[in-house]
T-cell receptor, first 115, second 112 residues
Framework: GAVVSQHPSRVICKSGTSVKIECRSL??????MFWYRQFPKQSLMLMAT?????????EQGVEKDKFLINHASLTLSTLTVTSAHPEDSSFYIC???????????FGSGTRLTVV | QKEVEQDPGPLSVPEGAIVSLNCTYS??????FMWYRQYSRKGPELLMY????GNKEDGRFTAQVDKSSKYISLFIRDSQPSDSATYLC????????????FGTGTRLTIIP
């Protein structure tokens, strides 16, 4: 089945620094990837839709200058959290859809802790 | 009112019991319905995918969709301790890179 690889799985960074999270579709091409944020014991909140070769579409309330998304190829999307602050600490998850199968495949998630 | 409502639980049942998980929704445009299982600190894993109304069975799992009532269910038979996880329902209006709307998730614990 479709596999989405997400790295790193866990990262700790200092306040004010930037962190990049990678999401790769391993055995299929993903023209669209989705980035979610999840707080403890809560559901997934869609942050943005990443489209290959074009600008990402951000959900209302999500700062596009803080959460930079790049989808430069059909198999790779990156999320960069710029000038991270402790309130950005969260679990970030990407997903993509393999047109050859049904449903969306999720990455394993990245736990970001900003200290 | 949220577009998708799901009882957050927690729900605890003994091993071997039948588990029933449910979601209701308000958007009549939803056509595609999914159930995901999420273990702690992991990404969600797709369990079941259903289009429109009807039932779908896969091993110990059965998904039901009743569009007239805007109600979907996931049944787990012969529940196992390894089924302990958070179960999320999700739905979309279209197929092909349509964004998903998730329920809040139900935390399930199977007691050995």
């Amino acid at each position: 089945g479709a596999v989405v690889s997400q790295h790193p799985s866990r990262v700790i960074c200092k306040s004010g620094t930037s962190v990049k999270i990678e999401c790769r579709s391993l055995d299929f091409q993903a023209t669209t990837m989705f980035w979610y944020r999840q707080f403890p014991k809560q559901s997934l909140m869609l942050m943005a839709t990443s489209n290959e070769g074009s600008k990402a579409t951000y959900e209302q309330g999500v700062e596009k200058d803080k959460f930079l998304i790049n989808h430069a190829s059909l198999t790779l999307s990156t999320l960069t959290v710029t000038s991270a602050h402790p309130e950005d600490s969260s679990f970030y998850i990407c997903s993509a859809e393999d047109r050859g199968s049904y449903g969306y495949t999720f990455g394993s998630g990245t736990r970001l802790t900003v200290v | 009112q949220k577009e998708v409502e799901q009882d957050p639980g927690p729900l605890s049942v003994p091993e071997g019991a039948i588990v029933s998980l449910n979601c209701t929704y308000s958007n009549s445009a939803f056509q595609y319905f999914m159930w995901y299982r999420q273990y702690s600190r992991k990404g969600p894993e797709l369990l079941m995918y259903t289009y429109s109304s009807g039932n779908k069975e896969d091993g110990r799992f059965t998904a039901q969709v009743d569009k007239s009532s805007k109600y979907i269910s996931l049944f787990i038979r012969d529940s196992q301790p390894s089924d302990s996880a958070t179960y999320l329902c999700a739905m979309s209006a279209g197929f092909g890179n349509e964004k998903l709307t998730f329920g809040t998730g139900t935390r399930l614990t199977i007691i050995p």
